[in-house]
């Protein structure tokens, strides 16, 4: 499979996927191990970690941003709207973000996604987001 860094420009400690499992035309299934040594664990929260539901938004973007690496265009893409995303459980140490991210449509450079994370086959987050690729910045 294709390595993330290749398609994607975000790094460590900003980085939230680390594996792509499987893709196809319009979908995409990516790995995230979470480790328990991120450092925003240090905060949120100390005693009870806990990842914040920002960042498991943030790791789907990252997992569309890879499919979308995939398509006959070039640029960034930037998160333009994010819509009925429903937290259902938390994420913790020692877990594996499993992610899932289909495409339902694309007009000139906008992006339509629905995105699903489970932990253990369990749903944490499901939502729905657009990007727009846009130039380098």
């Known amino acids: 499979m294709e390595n993330v860094k290749d398609l994607i420009p975000q790094r460590e400690p900003f ?15 990516t790995l995230y191990n979470v480790t328990g040594n991120e450092d925003f664990f240090k905060g949120h929260f100390p005693g009870n970690p806990i990842m914040p539901g920002v960042l498991l938004q ?3 973007f990252q997992s569309g ?3 979308m690496a995939g398509k006959d265009s070039s640029g960034l893409g930037v998160v333009t709207r994010v819509s009925n995303g429903k937290f259902k459980g938390m994420v913790k140490p020692g877990d594996t ?3 899932s991210v ?3 449509d694309q007009a000139a450079n906008a992006f339509y996604f629905k995105g699903r994370t489970k932990v253990d086959g369990k749903v944490v987050l499901a939502l729905e987001f657009a990007c727009a690729q846009v130039g380098e910045v």
């Open 102 to 104: 289909e495409l339902v």
């Open 58 to 60: 943030e790791a789907l």
């Open 65 to 67: 941003a890879c499919l």
């Open 97 to 99: 973000l499993d992610m």
């Open 15 to 29: 980085l939230f996927v680390d594996e792509i499992m499987d893709r196809g035309e319009n979908t995409i299934q």
